[in-house]
């Protein structure tokens, strides 16, 4: 037990800081969905997801391989450093290069014609953001948390501020002060993230190109390209339901639809939160003591269910006043969220559970469960979308998630078995199903009520744990 403790303590480190980041950033949610038309929070919506699929195009798989590489018996962190941040250098100088002879073109293909400089300000962010993969997974290899937390917080922190002052405070200060509108969102992002280079300035000095070793490349790239074949559907599988909305619903009000059910997801994020922080202390935890001890992990998955699922009761309860983080012209658009809140439990879920196919170094099978997620992502929006509308995007994204976390069991089990304790896991996830629904159909105290039954289970069912002494 010492291990899933020390597990948890992580979580609690990084977890705190990860989750602090993202509130902090989720601050913009409500400025920038009051700010924003309908129609530009949309292009905002799409702008991102281009973020989303090229960070994973750019760091092909470098930080987790970077990571797993480091951490071997014998190897040397700063070749491994020095070799992962030389290749990542250098393709991300090519991609400046093209980003600077194609945005014009570029922003056509992304309905932006009448503002290619967001292309140019989008692409800057996302080389900045590739080019900081590595020195942050360092930082998190060398146990420097502090440092970790207080850049990403400090990143987060002025790209909120900026965006406070260019939509509220400067507006009403500065005579004709411009309505650049997506164009502020960008710019405070630039300053963001350059304050971030700035600040992981002791990274880069760490960087030693005599260091380069050709092995050490060939074994980091063939252990991150199928990472990033993983990847690449993985991202296009959570972000293509806008592009398909923007696609399939009525020409009119498409790129309006974007921005609706983009708002509406805004506020799954809290749930997300348990996941990403978990996934940060996890990762190097797992890849360091999991494979001795395999029932450590599927403890600390029926934990993680229990978290998820008082999350997902929690959000839904909650809702008469989370709703007020977006604006009131979304409202209408509610009804999505309990179906997108489920998909991204299962997601969370399939996220933990896929744990073993890096343990035991199999990465291309993130390929095939990935892929399978993105068939029934295609095949889901295009069947339901034009006779369902939004609801037929989130409908998709559910079934994707599910399909990706039943496979990725059924493969799991058979090539790196874990001793789940599957009746509670059902247990779990049917509970916040359940009680879910009833908490959004049913707001006030019954919802309130909904929540309580909720941690009684959790509590319940894990008494044992929780009364065992350790040391």
């Known amino acids: 037990m010492s291990g899933v403790k020390k597990l948890f303590g992580d979580a609690a480190l990084y977890g705190l800081s990860s989750i602090l980041a993202r509130l902090l950033n989720f601050l913009l949610t409500p ?24 960070m994973v195009l750019l760091t092909y798989g470098m930080e987790t391989a970077f990571f797993r590489q480091s951490q071997r018996d014998g190897a040397d962190p ?32 992304l309905g932006v014609q009448d503002h290619p400089e967001y292309v140019l300000w989008t692409g800057l962010i996302i080389a900045m953001d590739v080019l900081a993969a590595v020195p942050f997974a360092r930082l998190r290899a060398r146990n420097r948390a502090k440092r970790f937390v207080a850049i990403k917080t400090a990143q987060i922190g002025l790209n909120l501020v900026l965006n406070y002052a260019f939509f509220v405070f400067l507006p009403k200060s500065v005579d004709g002060w411009p309505a650049l509108q997506v164009g502020w969102v960008l710019i405070a992002n630039l300053a963001a993230s350059s304050f971030m280079m700035l600040l992981l300035a002791s990274e880069w000095l760490a960087i030693k190109p005599a260091q380069f070793d050709r092995g050490t490349a060939r074994t980091l790239l063939a252990y991150g390209f199928p990472l990033l074949l993983a990847g690449l559907p993985g991202v296009a599988n959570e972000m293509a339901d806008r592009f398909f909305l923007q696609a399939l619903l009525p020409a009119e009000f498409a790129i309006e639809g974007v921005g609706a059910y983009s708002a509406v997801y805004k506020l799954s994020i809290f749930l997300i939160l348990f996941n990403q922080a978990f996934r940060f202390a996890a990762e190097p935890y797992f890849f360091k003591n999991a494979q001795h001890d395999l029932r450590q992990l599927a403890t600390a998955t029926r934990l993680f269910a229990a978290l998820l699922a008082f999350g997902v009761v929690a959000v839904v309860a909650g809702l008469p006043w989370l709703k007020h983080f977006i604006a009131d012209k979304y409202w209408n658009d509610l009804l999505l969220l309990p179906v997108l809140l489920f998909a991204n439990y299962l997601l969370s879920l399939s996220t933990q559970v896929s744990m073993w196919y890096k343990l035991s170094d199999r990465t291309m099978m993130g390929l095939w469960i990935t892929l399978f997620g993105f068939a029934l992502t295609v095949a889901g929006n295009l069947a339901w979308i034009p006779s369902l509308g939004m609801m037929g995007a989130a409908y998709a994204t559910l079934l994707s998630y599910g399909g990706m976390l039943l496979l990725s069991l059924l ?15 059902a247990l779990y996830t049917l509970a916040a199903l359940v009680l879910g629904g009833i908490a959004f159909h049913q707001p006030g105290w019954p919802a309130a009520a909904a929540l309580g039954l909720m941690l009684a289970l959790v509590l319940r069912s894990e008494r044992a744990l929780l009364a065992r002494r350790t040391t």
């Open 31 to 54: 400025l920038l969905t009051a700010a924003l038309t309908k129609a530009e929070y949309g292009v905002n919506s799409l702008l991102y997801v281009s973020v989303a699929f090229a």
């Open 78 to 109: 700063e070749k491994v450093y020095s070799t992962a941040m030389t290749l990542l250098l250098a393709t991300t100088g090519v991609f400046a290069l093209v980003l600077i002879a194609a945005y014009r073109s570029a922003a056509g293909w």
């Open 411 to 425: 493969l799991g089990q058979k090539m790196h078995p874990v001793p789940y304790d599957w009746g509670r896991l």
